[in-house]
Every structure is written in structure tokens, then in C-alpha cells.
């Protein structure tokens, strides 16, 4: 199995969110930022509004799994952060894939 480096400090996510450029769906918001580097790192961010741990961890998942299975078509070097809004609760794992390639192909940072 293919290894996705994950964004981990806080101070990287703030990066990404004050300098990068974000677009949004019904589902999702994504900021991209270009990190200079050969690869693409990658965070996910839920608030505590979209539901229980459960239901967050579940919705966590779902978008791990979708990026990892598309992660050769995305551009290199860049910092994504991809925010999980509240209507996504009921999601499942068709629709939060969909709506990742959504804001992929928005970004232009699907190589295709």
C-alpha cells in the first residue's frame, strides 16, 4: 500500500489556510498551497459540529481512502487541506469521492 504524507503541525495548516487559495462544494472545502517539494502533503480537518467521534472519524476515513485511490492523478508539490463541512454527515463513500475529484478538477491540480 501507497504512503500519504499527512500534514501534522499546526503551523503548516495555518499556512495553508492564510496563503493558499481555498474552493468549496456541498461537501467540502479545499486550500491548496504549493510546498516547493516533490510530493503532495495532505490533512483533513472536521469540527466537532459535523457530528460524534464516530461519525467523524468515519467521514475521515472515507476521504483518506478516496485521495489515496486518486493520488497519482493529483499534481505534485503542493499542501492540501481539505475541510469537511456539516452537510457531509450523511454522506457515503461514492458522493465524498465525487466531491473531492469536484474540487480537483476546480483547482485545476488533476493531471488528465
Same mark, same amino acid.
Request: glycine share 6%; net charge positive; aromatic share 8%.
Given at each position: ?6 500534514? %501534522? ?5 495555518? /499556512?495553508?489556510?492564510? *496563503?493558499?487559495? &481555498?474552493? +468549496?462544494?456541498?461537501?467540502? #472545502? ?30 475521515? %476515513? ?5 485521495? /489515496?485511490?486518486?493520488? *497519482?492523478?493529483? &499534481?505534485? +508539490?503542493?499542501?492540501?487541506? #481539505? ?30
Amino acid at each position: 500500500m501507497k504512503y500519504s504524507v499527512s500534514l %501534522r503541525n499546526n503551523t503548516d495548516f495555518r /499556512r495553508v489556510y492564510s *496563503e493558499g487559495r &481555498s474552493k +468549496g462544494n456541498k461537501y467540502l #472545502v479545499m486550500y491548496i498551497f504549493e510546498n516547493n517539494q516533490a510530493v503532495n502533503r495532505y490533512g483533513i480537518s472536521v469540527s466537532k459540529k459535523v457530528g460524534n467521534s464516530v461519525v467523524r472519524h468515519h467521514l475521515t %476515513r472515507l476521504l483518506r481512502e478516496s485521495y /489515496r485511490l486518486h493520488e *497519482e492523478m493529483f &499534481s505534485s +508539490g503542493l499542501d492540501i487541506v #481539505v475541510v469537511i463541512r456539516t452537510s457531509a454527515s450523511n454522506c457515503n463513500y461514492h458522493e465524498m469521492e465525487s466531491a473531492l475529484l469536484h474540487l480537483a478538477k476546480l483547482h485545476g491540480i488533476l493531471k488528465m
